[in-house]
């Protein structure tokens, strides 16, 4: 009984800590993406102020203070640790060749060691991979924002758990509880009749989504649920030979890398060559209806020499409250993921997914009590379907921490 208390417990206080640095971290969003900044300069009170526009930066910095924050949360963990050498005493050798070898071999998962896996730890070309996908998944999400409307967005991403429990059936063959399947179902129908049934603040709703967007979007949550899948089976393969703080570190280290690669290209180059390659196809497919799909809403930007690093570090430079702002934006998304991976290690892929989703919907409860806005009947179902949803979720893993403690 104690163990299963101990579990909702856990699984309450990640869910908690997940819900108040992401509620923060998302205040920081909008008030760093809306607000016009201006230089401590009085004479700059009669020029124009500027906005912060470079969200690669801006995620790089998030990525780099999250590893900070693992690595700190990892020595804190480990402080009794007497072993040495930095990968070792971090835990982190299991990322070397030989290293991985010996935690197959003692989970009993052992395979010849061939071509690339002699010199690369097949969890590092995990780590690669997911990071990867999470990178792409995340940039398609910008770009779909382009062709789609928020509201499309926001409905499609309350349906997130259909794809991560879809990639973990279909790419390992993971297999779940009946529940699982009801879980996910009545969480996905309630959040959905949440955001759709609502009162939409300018009319038209979702009308105006482009197919290029549709396409964008589906993509984008399957690689949200193959990274979410691919997550489940690391911890699954290694067991507590990684832990989800581990993964934090590593993931958030080859994030970072990636960042400062593209941070180095000139500013706008990539939106250029893209430009150029749709008009290439453009030209390619007219008088085709798919050329106008390609061509739908195309502006050729002006090409810059100056490496986005360079203007980012002198916009902050210029506006130190900016810069405040931006650490502040990644200290709160490092907390955050700090209890996401802890969620992830201990609870998997769809209890985690089953939080975020519902994010959404518990900050907007909480309005509707502070400023007493209004629900529609329909919306209250939705309510209390996800409920009913996270109430079997709830109930059944307190059974299962009944079953082991017997």
């Given at each position: 009984?104690?163990?299963a208390?101990?579990?909702v417990?856990?699984?309450?206080?990640?869910?908690l800590?997940i819900?108040?640095?992401f509620?923060?971290?998302g205040l920081l969003?909008?008030k760093?993406?809306?607000?016009?900044?201006?230089?401590?300069?009085p004479l700059?009170a009669?020029?124009?102020?500027?906005?912060f526009e470079?969200?690669?930066l801006?995620?790089g910095v998030q990525?780099?203070?999250?590893?900070a924050?693992a690595?700190?949360?990892l020595?804190?963990?480990?402080?009794?640790?007497t072993e040495?050498?930095?990968l070792?005493r971090l835990g982190?050798?299991v990322?070397?060749?030989?290293?991985?070898?010996?935690?197959?071999?003692?989970?009993?998962?052992?395979?010849?060691?061939?071509?690339?896996r002699r010199?690369v730890?097949p969890?590092?070309?995990q780590?690669l991979?997911?990071?990867?996908?999470?990178?792409t998944?995340s940039w398609l999400?910008?770009v779909a924002?382009?062709h789609l409307s928020f509201p499309a967005?926001?409905?499609?991403?309350?349906?997130?758990?259909?794809p991560?429990?879809?990639?973990n059936?279909?790419l390992?063959?993971?297999h779940?509880?009946a529940?699982k399947y009801?879980?996910?179902?009545?969480?996905t129908?309630?959040?959905?009749?949440f955001?759709?049934?609502?009162?939409?603040s300018?009319p038209g709703?979702?009308r105006?989504?482009?197919v290029l967007?549709m396409?964008?979007l589906a993509i984008h949550?399957?690689?949200?649920g193959t990274?979410?899948?691919?997550q489940?089976e690391?911890?699954?393969?290694?067991?507590?030979?990684?832990?989800?703080?581990?993964?934090m570190?590593?993931m958030?280290?080859v994030?970072?890398t990636?960042m400062?690669?593209a941070l180095?290209v000139p500013?706008?180059?990539v939106?250029y060559?893209?430009?150029h390659a749709?008009?290439?196809?453009g030209s390619?497919?007219h008088p085709?209806?798919?050329?106008?799909?390609?061509?739908a809403?195309?502006?050729?930007?002006a090409?810059?020499?100056?490496?986005?690093?360079?203007?980012g570090?002198q916009?902050l430079?210029?506006?130190?409250?900016a810069?405040?702002?931006?650490l502040?934006?990644?200290?709160a998304?490092a907390a955050?993921?700090?209890?996401?991976?802890e969620t992830?290690?201990?609870f998997?892929s769809?209890?985690?997914v089953?939080?975020?989703?519902?994010?959404k919907?518990?900050?907007?409860l909480l309005?509707?009590?502070v400023?007493q806005?209004?629900l529609r009947?329909?919306?209250?179902?939705?309510v209390a379907?996800?409920f009913?949803?996270?109430?079997?979720?709830?109930?059944?893993?307190?059974?299962?921490?009944?079953?082991?403690?017997?």
């Open positions: 009984m104690a163990a208390r101990n579990g417990l856990q699984l309450a206080l990640c869910a800590a819900y108040t640095a509620l923060v971290w969003q909008e760093i993406t809306s607000t016009v900044y201006h230089t401590g300069d700059d009669f020029r124009v102020g500027e906005r470079y969200g690669v801006l995620n990525a780099l203070c999250s590893c924050m690595m700190a949360y020595v804190y963990r480990r402080r009794g640790s040495r050498g930095l070792t982190l050798d990322l070397t060749p030989s290293g991985c070898d010996r935690a197959l071999v003692a989970r009993g998962k052992h395979a010849p060691v061939r071509g690339v010199y730890s969890l590092l070309l780590y991979l997911v990071s990867a996908l999470q990178s998944a999400s910008i924002l382009r967005i926001t409905l499609a991403k309350s349906s997130k758990l259909v991560v429990l879809v990639m059936v279909l390992y063959h993971r779940f509880a529940y009801v879980v996910v179902a009545l969480v129908l309630g959040v959905w009749m955001m759709a049934l609502g009162p939409r300018s709703g979702v105006g989504n482009s967007g396409v964008l949550l399957l690689l949200d990274t979410n899948s691919t489940d690391v911890f699954a393969t290694y067991g507590s030979y990684v832990s989800g703080t581990q993964m570190l590593v958030n280290a994030s970072a990636y400062l690669t180095l500013a706008g180059a939106s060559l893209v430009a749709r008009l290439y196809v390619l497919l085709h209806w798919a050329a106008q799909l390609f061509m809403g195309l502006q050729v930007p090409l810059s020499l100056t490496p986005q690093l360079v203007s570090v916009f430079l210029r506006h130190p409250d810069a405040r702002d931006v502040a934006y990644a200290m998304g955050g993921q700090i209890a996401i991976f992830l290690e201990r998997g769809l209890t985690l089953s939080i975020t989703v519902t994010r919907l518990f900050t907007m309005s509707i009590v400023y806005h209004q009947s329909l919306q209250w179902i939705g379907i996800v009913v949803g996270l109430f079997i979720e709830m109930r059944a893993k307190q059974r299962q921490a009944k079953a082991k403690q017997s």
